[in-house]
């Protein structure tokens, strides 16, 4: 039998990754595959950096955890193709949560206003939410 969880249970595992992850994240978006795990070492060229800020994810609700506020930056690292994000404590090196990156209404996820990215260019992250399964 599979064990099923409440929602009180899953949103509070869910708040649980913010406190783990701690203040002040640095996001950054990469090319290429993802990397097998979080553990594992980076991999593609990242084309976008961002330090998030200090309360960057909503409280958790129905199971579900999403961005709070604006995810944007002004101006793009590198040039290249969005295709997965690396989520790291504020020392940008312990990574603790990677995922997909595509453009909006994707799917992926992580979904951006255009996962073209040229140096220097504007972009958005308009999508973003992690949910707690076993319900």
Known sequence: MAIKLSE?????????????IGAS???????GAAPANAAAADSGT?????????????????GSKAKSGTWDDSSADADGTAAH????????TTCHLQGTV???GSGAD?????????????????????GAGNA
């Open 85 to 92: 994000y690396r989520l790291y404590a504020n020392d940008g």
């Open 25 to 31: 994240a640095i996001l950054k978006i990469r090319t």
């Open 102 to 104: 595509g453009g909006t």
């Open 110 to 130: 992580m979904e951006v206003d255009n996962t073209s990215f040229v140096t220097g260019q504007s972009f958005t992250i308009t999508s973003f939410s992690i």
């Open 8 to 20: 009180a249970v899953r949103n509070a595992m869910l708040d649980a990754i913010e406190t783990a």
């Open 46 to 62: 990242v084309v976008a950096t961002l330090n998030l800020p200090s309360d960057y994810l909503a409280a958790a609700s129905g």
